[in-house]
């Protein structure tokens, strides 16, 4: 999101809107059951983001997993982020390794409600 401010000189500049940050919305996480899998899950103040960790150390995360835990929270369209899916060829089945995850507690995912 931008704010535009307008200058004497008539110029607009765009000035980013400070956000929630990962921290503050990952400390909001709450469990999630989808299935047999147990999910730590935060969703953003602003809608924007959700935050989707394993919610037991068995739990393995995959592209499809995250995105469908994040969309039974919020009710939103859930898409992984681009990185993230990256790391795992862009194969929504394949195990993310948490450890190239920046952080290495979730996955970040776009939401558009």
């Known amino acids: 999101m931008y704010r535009f401010v307008l200058k004497a000189s008539a110029f607009a500049i765009c000035v980013p809107l400070a956000g929630p940050t990962a921290a503050d919305v990952w400390s909001t996480r709450e469990p999630l059951k989808v299935g047999r899998d147990t999910f730590n899950v935060a969703i953003a103040s602003d809608r924007t983001f959700a935050l989707v960790g394993p919610g ?3 739990t393995v995360l995959t592209i499809r997993k995250v995105e469908r835990a994040a969309a039974a929270v919020t009710g939103c369209q859930a898409n992984a982020d681009r990185k993230v899916s990256m790391f795992v060829g862009g194969r929504n ?21």
């Open 56 to 58: 037991k150390r068995s």
């Open 93 to 113: 089945d394949e195990p993310i390794n948490m450890n190239s995850v920046p952080g290495g507690k979730a996955v970040r995912v776009r939401l558009s409600c």
